[in-house]
């Protein structure tokens, strides 16, 4: 196998690219790269790969170029990528960020107005929210993003994300 990244032709790992159930074939210089934390680190050398490979007609490539260029700064060569609107969204899901969505996949923000899908009885609260009802100034929920607060009734409840959708 040859690394999906630098393609030199070496002992490969499959690195899955997050969210997604997805991998590439990757060479341990690129994972550590890849798994580096500290952006000063980053081997600036090895990462010229990434002229390369920023052509891939892979979408996981892609996604994994992305994110090493984004981690360098590299604005410009992140400009000259050609992503879709789909593989960028991937992209930018890094697993450091909690990209919360609605049950149609619509990322939400804080501030969001949305509308309840289903009937939800409200544990503790004594009230169902109904299906159809409007949520305004909904803020997200840092540690889980299936989940944000919401007020119903003048509670302050929270939602889960599958039961809402962005107006
Ligand atoms: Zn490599």
Redesign the pocket.
């Known amino acids: 196998m040859s690394?999906a990244?630098?393609?030199?032709d070496t002992q490969t790992t499959k690195y899955q690219v997050k969210p997604k159930d997805c991998s590439v074939d990757?060479?341990d210089?690129?994972l550590s790269q890849i798994d580096q934390p500290d952006s000063k680190k980053l081997d600036t050398n090895h990462l010229r790969?990434l002229d390369n490979s920023m052509w891939s007609e892979s979408e996981a490539v892609l996604v994994v170029v992305y994110r090493l260029l984004a981690k360098l700064s590299d604005q410009d060569k992140l400009d000259m990528m050609y992503l879709d609107d789909e593989t960028l969204n991937w992209a930018k899901q890094d697993e450091s960020q909690d990209i919360h969505k609605d049950a149609h996949g619509v990322v939400l923000n804080n501030g969001d107005t949305v509308t309840i899908i289903k009937d939800l009885p409200v544990k503790g609260a004594g009230f169902v929210a109904k299906q159809g009802l409007v949520v305004k100034n909904i803020s997200l929920n840092k540690s889980d993003s299936s989940l944000v607060l919401g007020k119903i009734n003048g509670t302050a409840i929270y939602l889960k994300c599958s039961f809402i959708k962005k107006r």
């Open positions: 690394c990244i630098c393609s030199a990757v060479c210089n690129c790969c």
